[in-house]
């Protein structure tokens, strides 16, 4: 079974930078669209950023300009690059990934399977 274990969380100030990453234990090529979430306390959970196939990538308005996303096949590794981090960012940061599921004969097509990291905490104070 394929898992995908963040790192690279921490503490940093206001206008400080933070890289994180995602390694993914199996064939991370299972996985067409990747992203990075976070949940705040007492907050949904919400996307920062996302990646799909050969490098499309979507940012939340609020880190856009400030957090990069990539991803690195041969390292099996999603990484987000955060400069400029505000108090506001911090959260918990969880790597997804998307996968192809089981056949779903009703609708004649694949259905998509979601995996979750554990999380990684991010602290910026000001």
């Known amino acids: 079974q394929v898992q995908l274990v963040e790192s690279g969380g921490g503490s940093v100030q206001a206008g400080g930078s933070l890289k994180l990453s995602c390694t993914v234990s199996?064939?991370?090529?299972?996985?067409?669209?990747m992203g990075w979430f976070r949940q705040a306390p007492g907050r949904q959970r919400e996307l920062v950023a996302s990646i799909k196939g050969a490098g499309n990538t979507t940012y939340a308005d609020i880190v856009k300009g400030r957090f990069t996303i990539s991803r690195d096949n041969a390292q099996k590794t999603l990484l987000l690059e955060m400069n400029s981090l505000k108090p506001e960012d911090t959260a918990v940061y969880y790597c997804?990934?998307?996968?192809?599921?089981?056949?779903?004969?009703?609708?004649?097509?694949?259905?998509?399977?979601?995996?979750w990291g554990q999380g990684t905490q991010v602290t910026v104070s000001s």
């Open positions: 997804n990934g998307q996968r192809q599921g089981q056949w779903w004969a009703p609708r004649r097509a694949y259905l998509t399977e979601t995996d």
């Open positions: 199996g064939n991370i090529l299972v996985y067409n669209t």
